[in-house]
């Protein structure tokens, strides 16, 4: 895996202005120590240590730049890796949700009559792991997936609230949406896993 360290435009010329300084006081330490030759040792030394000190923070700071930079990228992948792998829970669990309602829609009996075919699933649709799912699982799933699996949940509460108005129509469509919704959640679930593993 590869790692990148992100430098914005100002910490890049705040970086470059300090290696210019730097680069200028190692150039002038030769010329300042053979002025200062003449006079007394305490001077040098004293001037030596201040330029070691300012190039030492310098390089210090650069450092502490970097290492602030890497762990802020880490801490955002680590972030992004527990999101992932919590939309790959509860995806599973909403997958399983999905599987049994289409078994529901799969037993009703085909010769009842319409009033029998709502109350059959009135009674057997289920909707508990959609009602607990945490709204940020949508992060990591296609737009027309969410919209569908939304519009799937709406005719299940209204089959379940109101059988009078569930017509063949509406049980077909909301099949072929429970058909359209496995498959895709299936194929999300297996790029969720790709990028975890």
Known sequence: MQKSISITYKSLLWIIIFVIITVILLL????????????????INAILGITGNIIGGIIGGIVAYIVAAYQVSKSHEQSELNGLKQSYVTL???LDEIDFNEKVFKSIPINEALEAKAQHLA???????WNKIPPSFADHLDKEDFK???RLYR???LIKSNTNSVSEPFISQ??????KLKNNISYTLNEILLKIK
Do not use: A, F, W
């Open 123 to 129: 009674t057997q649709l289920v909707s508990e792991q």
């Open 28 to 43: 002038k330490i030769p010329e300042l120590t053979s002025y200062l030759k003449g006079n007394s040792n305490d001077r």
């Open 148 to 150: 569908n699996i939304c």
């Open 155 to 157: 005719n299940i509460s």
């Open 92 to 94: 599973n669990l909403l």
């Open 174 to 179: 909301s099949q072929t949406l429970v058909d």
